[in-house]
């Protein structure tokens, strides 16, 4: 079966500095996308980038970049220079090609310090 | 576009009365998930159309949740009747096609509290 592991519950990140929120996911199918969603505290969820798995570079959107080791079924997030707006709840999410369904992680609650 | 519809954004109830919640997905996207949200559980796809088709209900929790697509602009999940375990942020999103990086855009949410 299907499953996105994200083993960071929270994070706790100077402002300015680069945060790392680590994502692994298990399948044993070759065609699928990653997916990250944000979810401030106003609670709406937000596409933040997509990730491939025959994409050969990795994702970019702004600060956001996208880690991908496919080998390790790694899809970290990456996001450079953070703000306090990144201040929320981030979720790795993955979709086989063949499927119609989204398979979200728990999350990893990022908290930016001023 | 407005994006995805949700309503109402709050749902105070109290146990066994009906809750409906409502969506409008994009137009133009052909499929439409329901999502609930808590704490505990996360995120948990409930029911997904496709075409105004239900395609996959086997994460509706029990019998007292349904959901309905009357037409490609409208669809409502209800809960009847409602327990204090159903309190959790419910959403509903909408993408056209499922192919490679189309994303589901969601809706706000309804915030359900069932006391």
């Known amino acids: 079966a299907q499953k996105i592991t994200q083993t960071q519950p929270g994070m706790f990140v100077q402002e300015k500095e680069a945060v790392t929120l680590d994502c692994t996911y298990d399948t044993s199918d070759q065609s699928y996308g990653l997916f990250w969603y944000k979810q401030p505290s106003s609670g709406e969820m937000i596409f933040l980038i997509y990730?491939?798995?025959?994409?050969?570079q990795n994702a970019t959107e702004g600060r956001y970049s996208l880690n991908f080791q496919k080998a390790r079924k790694s899809a970290n997030l990456v996001i450079s220079a953070s703000q306090l707006g990144d201040s929320a709840m981030y979720f790795c999410?993955?979709?086989?090609?063949?499927?119609?369904?989204?398979?979200f992680g728990k999350g990893t609650r990022l908290h930016i310090l001023p | 576009d407005a994006g995805v519809i949700q309503s109402p954004r709050h749902e105070v109830t109290e146990m066994g009365q009906e809750v409906t919640l409502r969506c409008k997905p994009i137009s133009g996207h052909d499929y439409l998930f329901w999502y609930r949200q808590t704490m505990m559980r996360g995120l948990e796809l409930l029911i997904y159309f496709n075409n105004n088709v239900p395609i996959d209900d086997s994460g509706m929790p029990e019998d007292r949740f349904s959901a309905k697509m009357p037409n490609a602009s409208f669809s409502t999940l209800k809960i009847q009747p409602s327990e204090p375990r159903d309190s959790a942020v419910y959403f509903c999103?909408?993408?056209?096609?499922?192919?490679?990086?189309?994303?589901?855009?969601f809706g706000p949410g309804t915030r359900l509290l069932v006391l």
């Open positions: 990730q491939g798995s025959y994409d050969e």
């Open positions: 999103a909408s993408t056209q096609g499922q192919a490679g990086r189309e994303t589901q855009y």
């Open positions: 999410a993955m979709r086989l090609n063949r499927d119609d369904k989204i398979i």
